[in-house]
């Protein structure tokens, strides 16, 4: 009858423990549901507006705050490009993500050295492939230069070549 008697009996907690044990329940549900919410809150603020770092071949590498839904066309109306950036290479309508890196390519280009009957001698920068033609589109020639023999050149230009234009033959300036 002993070993009866103490199978029956359940233990019980006193008021004051029961009162803390609902309290520590009520603070831990108010905590999730406070976390929870504020959760959701910063949720909607990431997709109202999106954070963009771009890089690469623009004049400076800056963070853009742009709308939610903005694509790669977006942030070329914000930055300044230099000489060098293909974009060509960009997929303009391509959506842009919360905290994306956006790298702004390099197009192939080739840079000569232009000196000698010209107004201003110094590094002329074309696309990779161009040709003596579109080298005398970007130069702007002295009186003295013999444009016909720059004319006849019709080869593809390097990288790190140097253009000599010749001037012409002192006879022929005289006439």
């Given at each position: ?57 623009v ?14 066309a977006d ?30 390519p ?29 080298l ?30 010749p ?9």
């Amino acid at each position: 009858m002993i070993g009866n008697k103490h199978l029956r009996q359940t233990p019980a907690l006193f008021l004051h423990e029961w009162l803390a044990v609902t309290g520590m329940c009520v603070g831990l549900l108010l905590l999730t549901l406070s976390t929870v919410h504020m959760k959701s809150k910063s949720a909607l603020r990431d997709t109202s507006e999106l954070h963009v770092f771009v890089t690469g071949e623009v004049e400076a590498c800056t963070q853009m705050t742009l709308p939610h839904g903005a694509n790669v066309a977006d942030i070329l109306a914000h930055i300044h490009l230099t000489a060098h950036a293909a974009v060509e290479k960009l997929a303009l309508h391509t959506s842009l993500k919360n905290n994306q890196i956006v790298v702004i390519p390099k197009q192939n280009a080739v840079s000569v050295y232009v000196q000698g009957a010209v107004q201003k001698e110094g590094v002329v920068t074309l696309p990779q492939g161009a040709t003596f033609k579109e080298l005398k589109e970007k130069l702007v020639f002295s009186p003295e230069a013999n444009v016909g023999a720059f004319q006849r050149k019709r080869r593809k230009l390097k990288d790190g070549e140097v253009i000599n234009i010749p001037c012409r033959k002192v006879c022929d300036m005289l006439r």
